[in-house]
């Protein structure tokens, strides 16, 4: 089967479509065919060679962390999918990627695909849909009408933080460029931030729930503006700063450092310190499923491509400009 792989770490230039070998596909392992998979940070970052502290692949890789496709097989223990199914996931990054015509995954890390999306629709969700739930739900699930502050609230985990704390009922406040003030606020955003102009932690007091997109600088910040008893979730760990500063071998520790540090400035202040990697739940997919039947979550796209625009797709990704998700179609 084709796929995308890259050999070395380095810019976009590195990936290359070629003929790989077929996915394994045991027991509990569905065999799905993909129609549509998209680019996340963590996949350029991974190219790149930033995450290498964490992510220790085996080269040549396929990246790739969202799917949208149809089961073509199942492995002889499984039982919730049949073939034909029309399924969406975000697999461990341990296994290779959905950059390719076929991706195997295991049956606990999928999930029936919303049946009013499109496969490319549907591809855009996964990672984020599941990332800014475990940063919020388990603090907006206990009452409605918190008070929630979302950094980057045009990035793809941004955009689904808005309307996932909007669908709890949360006051939500957010930073945006001027260009994307109109886009963050059809999302359901009461205040918007000129990240520009004006310092969030300057405009904001009181904050229940808080999601740092975007590390160590912002997060320090953000522990001025937050209520006691409040949850700060981060989703950037600095990895790839810290391996470019001490290499992929220090970088780790570093970073574990820096966490504790963190943990330790929240737990002072009464608050949920939450550093969040995205664990992939089937339970978690299907209930995200049910967010974007019933209206309340709905994709937010910045472009769809073709799979021979993988160059261009990840260079569009470096460039830290994409409003939404960038999508790869063209398998099937």
Known sequence: MKAVVFHNYGG???????????PVVGARDVLVAVHATSV?????KARAGGNRGAMRYKLP???????????EKIGAEVTAFVVGDAVWSTPSHKRPGCYAERVAIHQDELSLKPTNLSHAEAASLPLVGLTAMQCLLPRLSQRAGQRVFIQAGAGGVGSVAIQIAKAFDAWVATTASPKNQALVTDLGADLVIDYRTAAFEDVLTNIDVALDCLGAVERTKALAIMARGGRLATINADLPAMTKKYGPSLALRAVGLK???FKLQTATRGLDGASVIKRTSAAQLAQLAEMVQSGAVRPVIDSIRPMDEIVSAHAHMDTGRARGKIVLTGWC
């Open 40 to 44: 996340n940070p963590v996949d350029a």
């Open 61 to 71: 890789w396929i990246l790739g962390l969202d799917v949208s496709g149809v089961v």
């Open 12 to 22: 976009p230039e590195v990936l290359r479509i070629e003929d790989v070998a077929e």
């Open 259 to 261: 966490l504790m540090w």
